[in-house]
């Protein structure tokens, strides 16, 4: 169970705006996957998301902010 999950990692949400960088929790499997072939995945909240390598998430200036959502949910199956 623990192995599960990765931790908060970058990922672009589809609807967002361009400068807003919204951090999704993805499975580690699909945040392998997502930045190898730019699949999206389901996030730990329901939502797709895009899996971005670390530090490629930002072109320019941009806002992160952590998906309220995916983090209540994380923090119930610690
Ligand atoms: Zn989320």
């Known amino acids: 169970m623990s192995?599960?999950?990765e931790q908060r990692t970058s990922a672009r949400?589809?609807?967002e705006p361009a400068a807003v960088v919204v951090l999704h929790?993805?499975?580690k499997d699909d945040i392998t996957r997502?930045?190898?072939l730019g699949a999206p995945a389901t996030a730990l909240c329901g939502n797709f998301a895009t899996p971005v390598a670390?530090?490629?998430a930002?072109?320019?200036p941009s806002v992160q902010v952590?998906?309220?959502e995916c983090e209540r949910r994380f923090?119930?199956?610690?």
Request: glycine fraction near 16%.
């Open 3 to 5: 192995a599960l999950l």
């Open 13 to 15: 949400a589809e609807a």
């Open 54 to 56: 670390p530090g490629a």
């Open 34 to 36: 997502g930045i190898v």
């Open 75 to 78: 923090s119930m199956l610690l």
């Open 66 to 68: 952590v998906c309220p």
């Open 58 to 60: 930002g072109d320019g």
């Open 25 to 27: 929790y993805l499975r």
